[in-house]
C-alpha cells in the first residue's frame, strides 16, 4: 500500500466546492487528497484567456450581491471585481423587432413572475409538484410572447428542460436566492459583479494551496466504507485511496456510475435516480471594444428560437465581450451544429440592434456544459416533476464516514458559486468536528 494513497480525509471532486473544503482542512491540519475525474481542476468554473489579453468565464463568473463568501475568496486571491455594466432592464427582441416594456405580454409576463415570487414566500401548493413549468404556462399564459419571455427566464435562471421541472421545485427554490427580483437582475442582484482576471484565480489559488494533493484523470467507479477502515476509493485505472472520511461534491445525477459498498439507503438512491443536471450552452464573443454602449447596451432577451440571454460582461478597460446563455431544451438544438453556423445563428439576431459590427467579433468561445463528460450540466441539478427530490437544498446528512457537498447542498444560493464555497465550508466543518472527536476518544480509551 502506498502512504502517498492514504490520508486523513479524501475528497472527490476538485471544483470550487471540493476545493473549498480541502483548503480549509488541509489549514486546520488535516492531511487531504482530492482525487478529480477531469483533467482539470475547477469543475463548473472553467476560464480562458482571449488573444486580446482578455480573461473569459465559460463557467460559473457572476458574484452576486451579497455573496460575501465569493467575494472574500476573490479578494483573498487579490482578483480584480467590477460592476455589471447595465442600463437598467435589458432589451426583449422578437422576430428582430424590441418588444416594448409596456407591452400586455410583458406586463402580464410580469404579474405571473410576481405573484410566483409572492406565493415562494407565503405558500406553494403541495399539487403543483404534479405541474411542470412548461404545463403550467401553456394552460395558463395566453400570449405567445408573454409564454416565450416566461419560458426564457426560468430557463436562464434554472438551466432546467422545463417539461420535467415542477412549479413547485422553481417556487421552493426562489427564497433560497433571496427572490425572483434578485435572480433576474444584473445591477444589485444575481449578475451584480464579475472579476477581470476571471473567476479562475479562485480555483487557482486553492489547488496552489494544496500541493501534491490533487489527482486529476482519476474518475471513481467505487467507493466503500466500514467502521474499522475507514473510506476505499478505487478508480477506473484500479487504483485504491484509503481515509478515515470522504467528502463527495460530485452531483446526485452524476453518482450513477460508481458503485457503493454498503448500497446507500433508498432515499439516497432516489435522489440520484430522480435529478438531472442542468442543460446550457455559454458563449462569449470578444470584440476590440464594447461598442454597444454608444447606443442600445449589451443586454437582451431573445425570444426567437433558440431563445437566450445576451449580457454585456466587459471590464471596464475593454475589451467588449458579450455573453449569450442558451439554457434548458433549446440548448440542445445547438448541439450538432458546426461552430460557424452556431456563432452566425446568435450574433445575427443582434445585427438590427447593434449593427453588422457584431457579425465580426476577435474571438468566439463557447461551451455546452450538458456534453462535458465529467460536470453532466450546469449550473446545478434538479429534481423532475412528479418527485419531492431534488428539492433545495439537497440533502447532506453524512452517510457513515461519506460527507457531502457541492452547490446544490448549499443552504443559502444553492446553485451559484456563493453556494459552491458554503456548501465546502460546511462540509470540511462537519468533517474536522468528527474527526477531533474520533481522535479524542482513541485517546481516552489509551489511558
Request: no cysteine; proline share 4%; charged share 20%.
Given at each position: 500500500m502506498a502512504q502517498s494513497n492514504r490520508a486523513e480525509v479524501l475528497v472527490i471532486g476538485a471544483g470550487l466546492s471540493g476545493l473549498t473544503a480541502a483548503s480549509e482542512l488541509h489549514r486546520q491540519g488535516i492531511d487531504v487528497i482530492v482525487l478529480e475525474a477531469s483533467s482539470n481542476v475547477g469543475?463548473?468554473?472553467?476560464?480562458?484567456t482571449t488573444s486580446l489579453g482578455s480573461h473569459l468565464d465559460l463557467g460559473g463568473q457572476w458574484i452576486g450581491h451579497g455573496h460575501h463568501r465569493i467575494t472574500a475568496l476573490v479578494d483573498?486571491?487579490?482578483?480584480t471585481t467590477y460592476q455589471t455594466f447595465s442600463r437598467g432592464l435589458p432589451r426583449i427582441v422578437h422576430e428582430?423587432?424590441?418588444v416594448s416594456l409596456f407591452s400586455p405580454s410583458v406586463l402580464f409576463a410580469t404579474i405571473y413572475l410576481i405573484f410566483l415570487d409572492l406565493a415562494s414566500r407565503i405558500y406553494v401548493p403541495r399539487g403543483w409538484i404534479e405541474i411542470s413549468v412548461e404545463q403550467a404556462i401553456a394552460a395558463f399564459v395566453p400570449f405567445e410572447i408573454a409564454a416565450q419571455l416566461l419560458r426564457l427566464?426560468?430557463?436562464?435562471?434554472?438551466?432546467?428542460?422545463?417539461s420535467i421541472f415542477s412549479v413547485y421545485n422553481f417556487a421552493k427554490s426562489i427564497p433560497l436566492s433571496g427572490g425572483l427580483s434578485t435572480m433576474l437582475r444584473t445591477q444589485g442582484g444575481a449578475q451584480d459583479r464579475l472579476v477581470v482576471e476571471s473567476m479562475g484565480i479562485t480555483t487557482s489559488m486553492l489547488a496552489n494551496e494544496l500541493p501534491r494533493k490533487i489527482l486529476t484523470g482519476m474518475p471513481i467507479t467505487n467507493v466503500s466504507q466500514d467502521r474499522e477502515?475507514?473510506?476505499?476509493?478505487?478508480?477506473?485505472?484500479?487504483?485504491q485511496f484509503y481515509a478515515e472520511k470522504a467528502i463527495i461534491t460530485v452531483p446526485?445525477?452524476?453518482?450513477k456510475n460508481i458503485t457503493f459498498s454498503p448500497q446507500m439507503p433508498p432515499e439516497r438512491i432516489a435522489l440520484q435516480e430522480n435529478t438531472r443536471m442542468g442543460v446550457v450552452y455559454k458563449a462569449l464573443a470578444v470584440f476590440e471594444q464594447p461598442f454597444w454602449r454608444e447606443g442600445l447596451g449589451g443586454e437582451f432577451l431573445v425570444l426567437d428560437d433558440p431563445a437566450c440571454g445576451v449580457f454585456d460582461s466587459s471590464s471596464p478597460g475593454g475589451p467588449g465581450h458579450l455573453c449569450f446563455l442558451v439554457a434548458g431544451t433549446p440548448a440542445r438544438q445547438l448541439d450538432t451544429l458546426?461552430?460557424?453556423?452556431?456563432?452566425?445563428?446568435?450574433l445575427s439576431r443582434l445585427v438590427p440592434h447593434l449593427g453588422r459590427r457584431a457579425l465580426h467579433p476577435v474571438d468566439w468561445h463557447e461551451k455546452a456544459w450538458h456534453l462535458d463528460e465529467f460536470c453532466g450540466g450546469g449550473y446545478?441539478?434538479?429534481?423532475?416533476v412528479g418527485t419531492s427530490d431534488g428539492l433545495l437544498p439537497m440533502p447532506h446528512k453524512p452517510i457513515g464516514n461519506l460527507h457531502w457537498a457541492g452547490t446544490e447542498t448549499a443552504q443559502e444560493h444553492p446553485g451559484y458559486l456563493e453556494g459552491a464555497v458554503q456548501s465546502g465550508e460546511r462540509a470540511a466543518r462537519e468533517v474536522a468536528c468528527t474527526l477531533r472527536g474520533a481522535h479524542t476518544d482513541k485517546q481516552e480509551e489509551s489511558l
Open positions: 469543475g463548473r468554473v472553467s476560464s480562458v483573498k486571491a487579490r482578483g428582430g423587432r424590441s427566464l426560468v430557463a436562464v435562471s434554472s438551466t432546467t428542460e422545463l477502515n475507514g473510506v476505499t476509493v478505487r478508480t477506473a485505472s484500479g487504483e446526485p445525477p452524476m453518482l458546426d461552430t460557424n453556423v452556431r456563432r452566425e445563428m446568435l446545478l441539478a434538479y429534481g423532475v
